[in-house]
């Protein structure tokens, strides 16, 4: 009575449903990478994690697609190295690096190709293949070369963003092999280490795509194990090999694109144009104010090249080839993106087809498989195979846990990283609650009916929801006397996740005829 002074009708409301939980999203990758620029109006971006929804608005903030150089020269004439602003280019040694040979109808080219920067066109790859919100960490434009330092450093801005789940570095392996393997050491460690736990790093298999002797076989996936160690493997799922793209077609490559490592007479004779088809180009050089002709190559050369060329046809496939030849791990990102929406996380994100990509650089076979996907160290490596008849499509869903039966699926450490979180964010409203029975039903009602909702949608295993989960939590069974006098509420929670059929097993056997 004391709260009531005037005579009247005094009217309480009391809350008559519980906390919820909000489900946390689950399929936001970040990106790491080179862009055009990193501008929001007059606001650099260089170095901050900036979220976006489509390609239009990654154009508006970041830029456009690198144009990588191509110096391409007579395989006697070895390909160029990058010149000095202003120098003519240089030749470099036939072996040198990044440079890659192409028999054409006119002899043999050695092409060398600048260190390019490919974010752009992963970025096309990861919205070709379903893709939606995702954060891009810009850490420079496109000049002074890939810098494993720069995209390390970046990881640790997405220490401050808890909306992440993934974290994809597809330049990572236009880096040096053993600087790509501490780069991806780093991704996993990010990912496992710390007071977050909350995202998982998709990992590409480093293949050295410009080898000197491309005849030789070389096992990247033993290359890669050997390189690459953690102690938060469940937290990875690396995926092999990279992916011929359809992103590029030849009308995509731009005339200055491609750079003569000779002189222009030089290498228009190595095309194999007979004298009429030579003096035909001549109308179609640029020429400087003086009328002298330009010895460079623009839209009109190239395209008349095009038309009077066939071997300046299989230089220019061959340039759009390796510019289309990408890793898949954005691939892999936009996939998980697209399961996540239209099954759940409890989906493992495999046999599923990739879009915008013509065939895996990589024939792999089963035999190639099985040790990929059950190797005795339990790295296991996720392949991207082509079924006849089915098409490309990705036939693993491994962490490199392999050998663990608690995380040896992606599709289980990304599903208990969304109940984990949801339950975490939704608990928050009972920090300094007393510690008592009525929170204690509240929560335990909380939880259940969120795992409740998981189960009917599939995320859980067993036929009845007592068989899907458990929550524990009372004096007595979580907790002890003293954990209530030091300030501690302790909750226990059992779930049955749902796990992939890897491997399906049908028994065939005659019987006797019975009539």
């Known amino acids: 009575m004391g709260e009531y002074k005037t005579p009247g009708v005094y009217i309480k409301e009391k809350n008559a449903f519980g906390t919820s939980v909000v489900e946390v999203e689950t399929a936001v990758p970040a990106f790491i990478g080179y862009t055009e620029k990193a501008l929001n109006g007059t606001e650099d971006l260089t170095g901050k994690p900036w979220k976006i929804t489509s390609m239009a608005e990654y154009i508006q903030y970041f830029g456009g697609m690198h144009t990588p150089k191509y110096f391409i020269s007579k395989s006697e004439a070895p390909a160029p190295a990058p010149a000095e602003e202003g120098d003519e280019p240089k030749p470099a040694p036939a072996n040198a690096e990044n440079t890659f040979r192409l028999k054409t109808a006119a002899g043999e080219y050695a092409i060398r190709v600048e260190n390019p920067y490919t974010l752009y066109l992963h970025m096309m790859l990861f919205f070709a293949n379903g893709g939606g919100p995702c954060y891009i960490v810009s850490v420079g434009g496109y000049d002074g070369g890939l810098k494993k330092d720069l995209l390390a450093n970046a990881i640790g ?14 330049e990572a392996t236009s880096l040096p092999a053993e600087d790509c393997y501490a780069l991806q050491q780093a991704m996993a460690s990010h990912c496992g280490d710390g007071m977050q736990k909350n995202r998982v ?6 293949i050295d795509r410009y080898s000197a002797d491309p005849g030789t076989k ?26 011929a793209t359809s992103l590029l077609s030849d009308g995509d490559v731009p005339p200055d694109m491609i750079v003569p490592g000779d002189s222009m007479d030089t290498f228009l004779s190595s095309l194999g144009l007979d004298e009429a088809q030579l003096n035909g180009l001549e109308s179609v050089f640029p020429k400087d104010a003086g009328g002298a002709v330009l010895k460079e190559l623009d839209k009109n050369v190239h395209q008349a090249l095009l038309h009077s060329s066939v071997t300046y046809q299989q230089l220019v496939k061959a340039v759009r080839e390796d510019i289309n030849l990408l890793p898949p791990s954005a691939a892999i990102a936009g996939v998980y993106s697209t399961v996540d929406s239209s099954r759940g996380v409890w989906k493992a994100p495999a046999n599923v087809t990739i879009n915008s990509v013509v ?21 296991a490596i996720n ?13 693993g869903a491994r962490t490199m846990d392999g050998n663990s039966q608690d995380w040896r699926y992606i599709n289980v450490r990304r599903t208990m990283i969304y109940l984990e979180q949801s339950v975490k964010n939704a608990a928050r409203a009972y920090v300094f609650e007393p510690n008592d029975a009525g929170t204690w039903i509240n929560m335990k009602c909380m939880i259940e009916n969120f795992l409740r909702s998981v189960w009917k949608r599939g995320g859980l295993a067993g036929a009845t ?7 524990h939590v009372g004096l007595g069974d979580t907790m002890t006397g ?7 509420l302790r909750i226990t929670v059992l779930v049955a996740i749902s796990r992939p059929a890897e491997f399906i097993e049908i028994t065939f056997q005659q019987q006797m005829q019975k009539s």
Do not use: C, H
């Open 383 to 395: 392949a991207i195979r082509t079924f006849p008849g089915e098409g490309l499509k990705i036939w």
């Open 359 to 379: 065939k895996p650089s990589i024939a792999i076979s089963d035999y190639d498989q099985q040790e990929l996907n059950m190797p005795m160290s339990g790295k």
């Open 157 to 170: 801005t997405l220490k401050k963003e808890s909306e992440p789940t993934m974290v994809v570095i597809p």
């Open 465 to 471: 929801p007592e068989d899907a989960f458990e929550v």
């Open 218 to 243: 070389v096992d990247y996936a033993d290359k890669f194990r050997n390189g690459f160690s953690t102690n938060f493997s469940s937290y990875v799922a690396a995926y092999y090999p990279y992916l």
């Open 201 to 206: 790093a998709i990992l590409d298999v480093f």
């Open 482 to 488: 003293d954990d209530i006098l030091e300030g501690i």
